[in-house]
């Protein structure tokens, strides 16, 4: 805040209140927040079937790196348990919204 050096006091603030409040976002779609965990599911999924491939190519003796397998492995891992804590997230909240009094 700038003083002002004649009377050395603040100078008063340009800005509003109003000035500072951010505008709107448009509100998410129902569809849209749909489309987006619909396609982190499909690649969980992905991530979890190609390193079941990795593994069982490992136990066939067609994959030699076992760092790879195991960090296939790893990944297809942490990427469902976050799937998993966001679903019980969201089950938790319509719950919660479920037992609001209206």
Do not use: C, H, W
């Not at 982190?40 to 003796?61: P, S």
């Amino acid at each position: 805040m700038p003083i002002d050096p004649m009377t050395g006091k603040l100078a008063p603030i340009s800005r509003t209140a109003a000035d500072s409040v951010p505008a709107r976002a448009e509100p998410a779609s129902g569809a849209e927040f749909k489309k987006f965990f619909l396609d982190n599911l499909n690649k969980v999924n992905t991530m979890q079937q190609d390193a079941g491939k990795l593994v069982t190519d490992m136990v066939m003796g067609r994959e030699q790196d076992i760092t790879k397998v195991m960090t296939a492995v790893e990944k297809a891992s942490v990427a469902f348990d976050t799937l998993m804590a966001v679903r019980n997230k969201l089950v938790e909240s319509y719950q919660e919204i479920l037992r609001m009094r209206v």
